[in-house]
């Protein structure tokens, strides 16, 4: 089983330039968190993806959650980018921060449900350090970061990867 996987990760990312997605993911993330930040900062919103990545990791150190979600968040934004080299950028139509959006949306989109369970499972929701986030404000709230993503993992990716083969030229 574990070599079948090894064989559809190795298809999956045959094409991929792993060191510009990875580079890519990064530097977009690092967007989204700063768009989060900016949202908490004008709002007061106890929604923080930091908080929620890093407390299930030190579920009894609430005083940890962020500095440990935000390398988590960094790790998930560098793997999220490798999988929109694999799946989407050169799958989907479109300019290239529209194939951007549309693949983070979907992610979005496919992931957020998981917040239903989360209500009454996750420390950091169970003991008020976050708010709920399977809710309409916090899932419109989600949409900013994911949309600064998304348009910057797009033409990130395209440019750090045009960057090593001068002869590419971007799909329109």
Do not use: C
């Not at 003991?127 to 600064?148: I, N, T």
């Amino acid at each position: 089983m574990l070599r079948q996987g090894r064989g559809i990760a190795r298809s999956l990312l045959r094409d991929v330039d792993i060191g510009a997605a990875v580079r890519a993911g990064v530097i977009s993330v690092v967007a989204y968190t700063a768009v989060m930040e900016l949202d908490r900062k004008i709002t007061g919103s106890r929604i923080d993806d930091l908080i929620l990545l890093g407390r299930p990791v030190v579920p009894n150190r609430p005083d940890l959650a962020r500095p440990v979600g935000a390398l988590v968040h960094l790790a998930n934004g560098a793997f999220i980018g490798l999988g929109y080299a694999a799946l989407a950028h050169d799958s989907l139509p479109g300019p290239v921060w529209l194939r951007g959006v549309t693949a983070l949306m979907v992610e979005n989109l496919g992931l957020y449900p998981v917040m239903s369970v989360a209500k009454n499972r996750h420390p950091a929701m169970v003991d008020g350090q976050l708010d709920d986030y399977w809710s309409w404000p916090a899932f419109v709230e989600s949409l900013p970061p994911h949309l600064v993503y998304g348009a910057m993992i797009g033409p990130l990716y395209e440019r750090f990867r045009q960057s090593k083969s001068p002869d590419r030229v971007e799909r329109t």
